[in-house]
């Protein structure tokens, strides 16, 4: 479990205790009880067995797929895929590939309906440029959505990142983009329901002619 899921939990957990004592009954405190019981449940963090093949680009987040179309970058064409986090959705995000954190770019914003397109350029969000080893380099944008406040990223620019490695989490609705080299091989579909860590987005199949996403801008996702 994430800490602030103690946190949540515990401190209602008190506030059903300081109820309780000043009432003296359990029946005021059936409210801070359950919602001490939500985040307990909301800030899981189950393991997940990482897909060890190679050049496998996993999801850095659950939820569903609800965007696969191509883009055009200043490093040329890639592919973007947008997955929806709801709220009872696992909300720790994990790297999507092993390699170096090349870039992080944080952008303040509003807080506009994580489905909502404008989303992906207007809201708070957080860009992350992962390079593997094999030539190839894959960024992924946390974005807060209607009810998600924060943004959490715990690694700097040069950290090694292994696949499926968690990274923070965007707390509540929320959704994340990841763009891929253009030659990637898609293995989703839009409606498919991914799990971080866990479930397979493409195949890198020519790491020698992959591009570089050198020139990212943090717009090029839009």
Not at 200 to 217: G, I, N, Q, S, Y
């Amino acid at each position: 479990m994430v800490r602030d899921g103690y946190l949540y939990g515990l401190a209602f957990l008190a506030v059903a205790v300081v109820v309780h004592l000043f009432t003296g009954g359990w029946i005021w405190t059936i409210i801070p009880i359950l919602l001490a019981a939500f985040f307990l449940w909301f800030f899981r963090d189950p393991r997940r067995a990482v897909p060890q093949e190679e050049g496998l680009v996993v999801s850095p987040a659950d939820g569903k797929l609800t965007a696969i179309e191509r883009v055009m970058t200043p490093a040329g064409e890639s592919m973007r895929l947008s997955i929806f986090l709801n709220v009872f959705n696992v909300h720790v995000n994990r790297s999507p590939i092993a390699g170096t954190l090349r870039e992080v770019r944080y952008q303040k914003g509003k807080f506009l309906n994580a489905m909502n397109p404008d989303s992906a350029e207007k809201n708070e969000q957080n860009l992350a440029v992962v390079a593997s080893d094999d030539g190839y380099e894959v960024a992924f944008k946390q974005i807060a959505g209607l009810l998600a406040r924060r943004i959490v990223f715990q690694r700097k620019t040069g950290d090694r990142l292994k696949r499926g490695e968690r990274i923070g989490m965007i707390k509540f609705g929320s959704r994340v983009d990841v763009l891929l080299p253009g030659h990637a091989e898609i293995r989703v579909k839009i409606g498919d329901n991914v799990k971080g860590g866990a479930s397979v987005l493409a195949h890198m199949p020519d790491f020698a002619a992959a591009p570089t996403l050198a020139e990212l801008e943090v717009e090029s996702l839009v």
